[in-house]
């Protein structure tokens, strides 16, 4: 079973900053886009950021110039820097990898994150 392992979540007055990883196995890291979501209570989960095996990346529209994703190849290991939260950020965070060749992807087990106003 393929293990994504994140950590880093936590609680966090607004205007501040968490920084999020999420480790997995190298044969998975290697051929795979990484991306971090997240899901509220009572909403779905919805895209915050991925990063291709290029490092070309995307963001949703409402963390824009807040968040950066990036990616260690050495370490297998994806990031999500998070700055300026806002309580409308509050939510579990999960990573996934979704592997290009096979179309397979595989999620973390999440990590709750909370920025209290």
């Known amino acids: 079973q393929v293990q994504l392992v994140e950590s880093g979540g936590g609680l966090v007055q607004a205007g501040g900053s968490l920084s999020l990883s999420c480790a997995a196995p190298?044969?998975?890291?290697?051929?795979?886009?990484m991306g971090w979501y997240r899901q509220a209570p009572g909403k779905q989960r919805e895209l915050v950021a991925t990063?291709?095996?290029?490092?070309?990346?995307t963001y949703a529209d409402s963390v824009k110039g807040r968040f950066t994703i990036s990616r260690d190849n050495a370490k297998n290991t994806v990031y999500l820097q998070m700055n300026s939260l806002k309580p409308e950020d509050t939510a579990v965070y999960y990573c996934?990898?979704?592997?290009?060749?096979?179309?397979?992807?595989?999620w973390g087990q999440g990590t709750q994150v909370t920025v209290s106003s």
């Open positions: 190298g044969i998975i890291f290697s051929t795979s886009a």
């Open positions: 990063i291709t095996r290029g490092d070309s990346t």
């Open positions: 996934k990898a979704s592997q290009t060749w096979s179309g397979r992807y595989y």
